[in-house]
């Protein structure tokens, strides 16, 4: 993997602080997450990135799947009079689509959106498939590639081709629809703090920042190490909009024809760019061990008998921790030196590293050094197993948790205008206020500022007037700059 | 699952003899594993069918893993100018393409192919990527859905989008290429066959009808059960010619430039077409434990002490099985009869049921009853995950040994056209002859028997004149009529 290495990548990494655009861009093309490609807009996630991208992909959807979601797939492709079904949901997307005009040499009677999410062709076919009571609630979830035009790109976290899952639900009641959309809310984020190690808080977005044909748009939003948010996931409740133009009936119990109500829920790959935002260091990537591709690198140092009895002595090494389930990289290349070594994987983010020498081989011993804090551990062999184990989850916890006292250090109660003022210039993070709920206000703040309203937090009271407007405060918002 | 089953659903299926293709066609919807879309020559892929296709993948995936790629992503999109640099492959290509014109309210610059297959993108990757020796191999797959234009739709067979992987590697000599080429071939044989319970023949496709852009292509051909042959997978060495046309090069160990060698090699969703039509019969599928999504399902039936002994009991079961690590599911609705429930889980083809009654509680046992032969036994409990195991193992060996008897069976050695005619007009099969290797007599064939060659089979030596021509045999070849 670490073969494709070119000359003509970066050789350092900028500082953080000097310049944290230019880090992220640097630490993604040198740990080999992507690379730009020959398409506007696109990008090419490279096999390491890749490989975060599975673990991360496999984690959420087997939390998709216990909480009683099938995974299923539809068409790539929707006709142009399909998506503007929904009125408000094709005003959102309309100005995003790629269509595809031509099949062949061949122009096409309608023009195809290439799917910028699939509520329209998935509505389509839930109206076919729901005809009783019987047949809900039905929880579907699809994992796939979705399109929306993007003049900028951004590694992960804007492009205009990218990977996602999107589920959607139908079900019998407005309850049930609105459990639901709590309940995936709920999982997203437990994969994010859980998973990821990203701490989040969790809201409904504002009218303006709802999505295209929702009733109600929860999000999960990060901070990430620069001060700006990032949301990480959404989950919509739909109420019964997409039921109406898409025509989902259904017969209750009571012989009645009912519309059902449907929720909608994405999570994409811009949580790799999360996740490197939220953990990476000036030296480069820090990965969580539930979702790093590697967590144990072993890296033999050439001297004494090598051949004869260190590099032997590491292979067993790496059996042994393989045979424990971890998913280890022997890097026993001869072009490099172990000092370039270390620094590689640490720029790479790998969990631990087992350094092994004659020494080591002597004493029956190996090295541990751990990636977050570089603290080291002289282990014997036949420990190494358990006692990597209990590092990786040390490493998991403890990356939670210095992400969390950053966001919590970075979460500011604002009671007036200078001092928010003063904050988004500054050190920016999460901006706690009361607010009046005003829209025209709510985009006077994001002109002014460039903050936005993350998320309104529907389980706090407002205990004064609006910290802008001063009128009487209807909400607790969240306000940040946001990626 | 079984939940949205439809009225205008069909109720029944046509029998196999009296009608294959609608055979086919009402078990893929009858079965719920696809379904019609609104979007021309699309296929929706249902829970139950897409549970299939992730068993299927995931099993594929970690053979493809254990070879040593691993799996990135690239762009959807071609801009046409790359698409056109590999001449014969865009020729090739070009009357199936979907082109994007327009992003958003804009016309592009230049249109964008949505990939019908990635070689042009990834090939243009890889001549960032290759500089040295020490770059190669460079071994990377991909999974993802391409669309190739098609006037008629089949379920899973032939559909304009379908989901597949692609593997993409460069070399540093023809040889690796060449040995690359063949271990994948065995690697997509072995899939095949452990998995999916699917025999093959493998073998060298001819000029006519290789990829567009190689120098050979290998394929792995399967035979359906009514006599026509599948093209399960294809595994293309493709020489230097996308090296040349994208600029692939690498300083060798001797300092000099030379091109690099590359392969590439593919499967798609068709396998799950192949798998219905190898193992189904008249009452509907049958599938291969390995990836079936349920093994087994349970039928508690509803007399006696019904929901204070029968249904707990068959809860236990249930949960007895799962800790077992195997997939299971409980019957348990109330608007369906047992009988109703048989039928259906036998046409959904889960391998094994287990049934019980108030009659099995009392006797601490459950009846265990397998789709393929309806064999039954009885088990006592606490022998159950035991006996399913044992059951579910005969029931994978078994059934690739009936696929491979109907196979064999259906091989017919051929000397003349008369004898060659006479069985394309009846039962059809592989037709394997000795064949002089001449395209236009290759076409000529075709056009009065419909049989294309499958392949040529590059470890038989021809013992006689060709079967056709009479002139000197150059191949022993497979001929048979393809989906």
């Given at each position: 993997?670490?073969?494709?290495?070119?000359?003509?990548f970066v050789t350092e990494i900028t500082p953080k602080s000097e310049d944290f655009s230019r880090?992220?861009?640097?630490?993604?093309?040198?740990?080999?997450?992507?690379?730009?490609?020959?398409?506007?807009?696109?990008?090419?996630?490279?096999?390491?990135?890749?490989?975060?991208?599975?673990?991360?992909?496999?984690?959420?959807?087997?939390?998709?799947?216990?909480?009683?979601?099938?995974?299923?797939?539809?068409?790539?492709?929707?006709?142009?009079?399909?998506?503007?079904?929904?009125?408000?949901?094709?005003?959102?997307?309309?100005?995003?689509?790629?269509?595809?005009?031509?099949?062949?040499?061949?122009?096409?009677?309608?023009?195809?959106?290439?799917?910028?999410?699939?509520?329209?062709?998935?509505?389509?076919?839930?109206?076919?498939?729901?005809?009783?009571?019987?047949?809900?609630?039905?929880?579907?979830?699809?994992?796939?590639?979705?399109?929306?035009?993007?003049?900028?790109?951004?590694?992960?976290?804007?492009?205009?081709?990218?990977?996602?899952?999107?589920?959607?639900?139908?079900?019998?009641?407005?309850?049930?629809?609105?459990?639901?959309?709590?309940?995936?809310?709920?999982?997203?984020?437990?994969?994010?703090?859980?998973?990821?190690?990203?701490?989040?808080?969790?809201?409904?977005?504002?009218?303006?920042?709802?999505?295209?044909?929702?009733?109600?748009?929860?999000?999960?939003?990060?901070?990430?190490?620069?001060?700006?948010?990032?949301?990480?996931?959404?989950?919509?409740?739909?109420?019964?909009?997409?039921?109406?133009?898409?025509?989902?009936?259904?017969?209750?119990?009571?012989?009645?024809?009912?519309?059902?109500?449907?929720?909608?829920?994405?999570?994409?790959?811009?949580?790799?760019?999360?996740?490197?935002?939220?953990?990476?260091?000036?030296?480069?990537?820090?990965?969580?061990?539930?979702?790093?591709?590697?967590?144990?690198?072993?890296?033999?140092?050439?001297?004494?008998?090598?051949?004869?009895?260190?590099?032997?002595?590491?292979?067993?090494?790496?059996?042994?921790?393989?045979?424990?389930?971890?998913?280890?990289?022997?890097?026993?290349?001869?072009?490099?030196?172990?000092?370039?070594?270390?620094?590689?994987?640490?720029?790479?983010?790998?969990?631990?590293?087992?350094?092994?020498?004659?020494?080591?081989?002597?004493?029956?011993?190996?090295?541990?050094?751990?990636?977050?804090?570089?603290?080291?551990?002289?282990?014997?062999?036949?420990?190494?197993?358990?006692?990597?184990?209990?590092?990786?989850?040390?490493?998991?916890?403890?990356?939670?948790?210095?992400?969390?006292?950053?966001?919590?250090?970075?979460?500011?109660?604002?009671?007036?205008?200078?001092?928010?003022?003063?904050?988004?210039?500054?050190?920016?993070?999460?901006?706690?206020?009361?607010?009046?709920?005003?829209?025209?206000?709510?985009?006077?703040?994001?002109?002014?500022?460039?903050?936005?309203?993350?998320?309104?937090?529907?389980?706090?009271?407002?205990?004064?007037?609006?910290?802008?407007?001063?009128?009487?405060?209807?909400?607790?918002?969240?306000?940040?700059?946001?990626?």
């Amino acid at each position: 993997m670490a073969k494709n290495r070119n000359d003509d990548f970066v050789t350092e990494i900028t500082p953080k602080s000097e310049d944290f655009s230019r880090w992220y861009t640097d630490v993604v093309r040198k740990a080999e997450l992507a690379d730009y490609s020959p398409v506007k807009g696109c990008m090419v996630i490279r096999p390491y990135g890749y490989a975060l991208w599975e673990n991360a992909r496999d984690l959420l959807d087997a939390r998709i799947k216990a909480t009683g979601h099938m995974n299923a797939y539809f068409p790539l492709f929707i006709p142009e009079s399909l998506l503007k079904k929904e009125a408000e949901h094709v005003e959102g997307f309309a100005p995003e689509v790629a269509w595809v005009t031509h099949g062949g040499s061949n122009e096409l009677e309608e023009r195809l959106a290439v799917r910028p999410t699939s509520e329209a062709i998935i509505c389509s076919m839930y109206s076919k498939w729901v005809q009783s009571w019987r047949d809900l609630p039905l929880l579907i979830n699809q994992w796939g590639n979705v399109v929306r035009w993007e003049k900028v790109t951004r590694f992960f976290l804007r492009t205009t081709e990218f990977l996602w899952q999107e589920g959607h639900t139908a079900h019998a009641t407005a309850e049930e629809a609105q459990e639901e959309t709590l309940k995936m809310l709920g999982v997203y984020k437990d994969f994010l703090e859980e998973d990821l190690g990203i701490p989040v808080i969790t809201g409904i977005k504002t009218e303006k920042e709802k999505f295209a044909g929702a009733d109600r748009t929860y999000a999960v939003e990060a901070l990430m190490s620069d001060g700006r948010a990032l949301q990480a996931g959404t989950s919509h409740n739909l109420g019964q909009n997409f039921a109406k133009a898409f025509d989902i009936q259904f017969e209750d119990k009571n012989q009645e024809i009912q519309y059902a109500w449907s929720t909608s829920w994405g999570m994409t790959t811009r949580t790799i760019g999360a996740l490197v935002m939220t953990h990476g260091d000036d030296n480069g990537l820090r990965l969580p061990p539930r979702v790093a591709p590697y967590h144990v690198v072993i890296v033999p140092i050439k001297a004494g008998n090598y051949e004869e009895e260190v590099l032997p002595a590491a292979r067993e090494l790496e059996e042994l921790l393989r045979t424990a389930g971890l998913r280890v990289y022997l890097d026993d290349r001869e072009e490099y030196t172990p000092g370039w070594k270390y620094n590689e994987w640490e720029m790479r983010g790998v969990p631990l590293r087992a350094e092994i020498g004659p020494r080591d081989v002597k004493n029956k011993q190996t090295v541990l050094v751990r990636r977050d804090t570089r603290d080291k551990t002289f282990v014997p062999i036949d420990h190494v197993p358990g006692a990597a184990a209990t590092l990786l989850d040390d490493i998991q916890t403890s990356m939670l948790s210095t992400a969390r006292d950053f966001m919590e250090t970075n979460t500011h109660p604002v009671k007036d205008f200078d001092k928010f003022r003063e904050i988004m210039s500054g050190p920016r993070g999460f901006l706690k206020a009361n607010w009046c709920g005003d829209r025209d206000l709510e985009v006077e703040i994001q002109q002014e500022t460039s903050a936005t309203i993350r998320c309104l937090l529907p389980d706090e009271e407002p205990t004064g007037p609006c910290f802008y407007s001063g009128k009487p405060a209807k909400h607790v918002a969240i306000f940040a700059k946001a990626y």
